[in-house]
């Protein structure tokens, strides 16, 4: 069993920034996968980012530009670096992790953190 713990939401301007890490229970060497996922209210999960083992990334167009997304196995975390926030992007953010990347992809990993807010005032 993985624990995701997920931090670094908050309250920021728009045009702002945030960096949001998930550190992993154990090694995260074999999740293959790891990502970034987001929920507004009244509205559907959606994946923001992805991250393979190999440093491989899958970005939403929403945040090609803004956003980032990268990995420590050293220290078993990924992070999302958000840049130029826009009220948009107000939501719950999860992370999610899974051997199957194809799952993180779908939207259905075998982990999930209990979720960060953001919130993106204008």
């Known amino acids: 069993q993985v624990q995701l713990v997920e931090s670094g939401g908050g309250l920021v301007q728009a045009g702002g920034s945030l960096r949001l890490s998930c550190v992993a229970s154990?090694?995260?060497?074999?999740?293959?996968?790891m990502g970034w996922y987001r929920q507004a209210p009244g509205k559907q999960r959606e994946l923001v980012a992805a991250?393979?083992?190999?440093?491989?990334?899958n970005l939403a167009d929403s945040a090609k530009g803004r956003f980032r997304i990268s990995r420590d196995n050293a220290k078993n975390t990924v992070y999302l670096q958000m840049n130029s926030l826009k009220p948009e992007d107000t939501a719950v953010y999860y992370c999610a992790a899974d051997r199957n990347p194809e799952m993180v992809v779908a939207g259905h990993p075998g982990y999930w953190g209990q979720g960060t807010q953001v919130t993106v005032s204008s």
């Open positions: 154990r090694s995260i060497f074999r999740l293959n996968a």
């Open positions: 991250i393979s083992s190999g440093g491989s990334t």
